[in-house]
């Protein structure tokens, strides 16, 4: 299994941690619900009835306890692997990641700015207040003249823009090259196309098997 794979799997793992605390939370896993119907007590000539739910899954709130205690064990397992696998690529892949989430939104920064920086000029109605000959305040209005222009350097930073992002993609590139070349010493007990019901009915039988 290589880096891209484990990473995968990490999270296939979450999945199986989540499904399992669902359904040990459903009532018919985690309870076993008993109903009294008592017709005698008002009816002689009536019996009681006692109903008990079923649980038609294979593994009950005790088995799926297990489950969850075995991920704490599987997912420790794999993460510890992982780091290995990380040190001995002798590449500082998480730094990278955060660096390059810096020159993409540099990079990003520049296009925004670049697209507003447009030298522009807009005019608009504005109004004042004046003294007329008999001392009365009055309004009077008047054009504004609004210019925009770029408060730096358009093509440099457009050159620094290009220069991130070509840096970043070479970044990605290496990252996506680590993550597949690296080699990570850990064994997949389940595919990750299997569902949560298919993992825990094969974990339980093999419980059984070892019993």
Not at 17 to 36: C, M, P, Q, S, W
């Amino acid at each position: 299994m290589n880096l891209k794979e484990s990473f995968t799997y990490q999270i296939y793992l979450d999945r199986l941690f989540y499904a399992a605390r669902e359904a040990v939370n459903g009532t018919d896993v985690g309870l076993i619900i008993t109903k009294t119907h008592k017709k005698s007590a008002v009816n002689p000539d009536a019996a009681d009835e006692v109903e008990v739910s079923e649980n038609e899954k294979p593994y009950n709130g005790d088995d799926v306890l297990e489950f969850l205690l075995w991920l704490i064990q599987e997912k420790n397992k794999l993460t510890s692997a992982i780091t290995e696998a990380k040190i001995k690529a002798e590449f500082d892949m998480a730094s990278a990641i955060e660096t390059n989430k810096y020159r993409r939104g540099i990079a990003e920064t520049i296009y925004n700015m670049n697209r507003n920086a447009t030298k522009k000029k807009t005019t608009s109605k504005q109004s004042a207040y004046k003294f007329n000959v008999e001392g009365n305040q009055t309004a009077y209005y008047y054009e504004l003249d609004t210019e925009f222009s770029p408060n730096y350097n358009i093509n440099d930073a457009k050159k620094l823009m290009v220069r991130l992002k070509s840096e970043a993609d070479d970044i990605s590139n290496k990252i996506d090259s680590v993550k597949i070349n690296t080699e990570v010493d850990y064994v997949p007990k389940f595919n990750i196309n299997e569902d949560f019901e298919d993992v825990i009915a094969a974990f339980v039988e093999e419980r059984k098997e070892k019993k």
